[in-house]
Nanobody, 115 residues
Framework: QVQLVESGGGLVQPGGSLRLSCAAS????????MGWYRQVVGKEREMVAV???????NYGASAKGRFAISRDNAKNTVWLQMNALEPEDTAVYYC?????????WGQGTPVTVSS
C-alpha cells in the first residue's frame, strides 16, 4: 500500500520561503510521476508543479518563477521549494503520485503566508 507523508508546511511572512517534502513508501514505480497540488477552501484543487522520473517538470501559472520542484528517485521523495511567497499562496498543499495507472494523495500540509 503506497503512502505519502508530507512535511514542511507552516506559517511564513510574505516574501519568505518554505520547502515542502513528500516521502512515498510502499513501493512506487520507477516511472512514477510526482507532484504538488494546492487547495483553498471553497475552490478547486490546482496543480502547482509535477516532475517525471526523468526530471521533466511542469508548473502551474502561479508557481512559475517562484517555486521549484525536485525529486530523489532512490528515496522516492519529492520537494517543493517555494520562494517569494505571497498571501495568495495560502492553502493546503497536497503531494500526488501517479504510479502504474494509479493515483495516490498525501494528507496535505497547510501553508499560511501572513504578516
Amino acid at each position: 500500500q503506497v503512502q505519502l507523508v508530507e512535511s514542511g508546511g507552516g506559517l511564513v511572512q510574505p516574501g519568505g520561503s518554505l520547502r515542502l517534502s513528500c516521502a512515498a513508501s510502499g513501493g512506487i514505480s520507477s516511472q512514477s510521476v510526482m507532484g504538488w497540488y494546492r487547495q483553498v477552501v471553497g475552490k478547486e484543487r490546482e496543480m502547482v508543479a509535477v516532475i517525471s522520473s526523468g526530471g521533466l517538470t511542469n508548473y502551474g501559472a502561479s508557481a512559475k518563477g517562484r517555486f521549484a520542484i525536485s525529486r530523489d528517485n532512490a528515496k522516492n521523495t519529492v520537494w517543493l521549494q517555494m520562494n517569494a511567497l505571497e498571501p495568495e499562496d495560502t492553502a493546503v498543499y497536497y503531494c500526488k503520485v501517479w504510479s502504474e495507472l494509479r493515483q495516490y494523495w498525501g494528507q496535505g500540509t497547510p501553508v499560511t503566508v501572513s504578516s
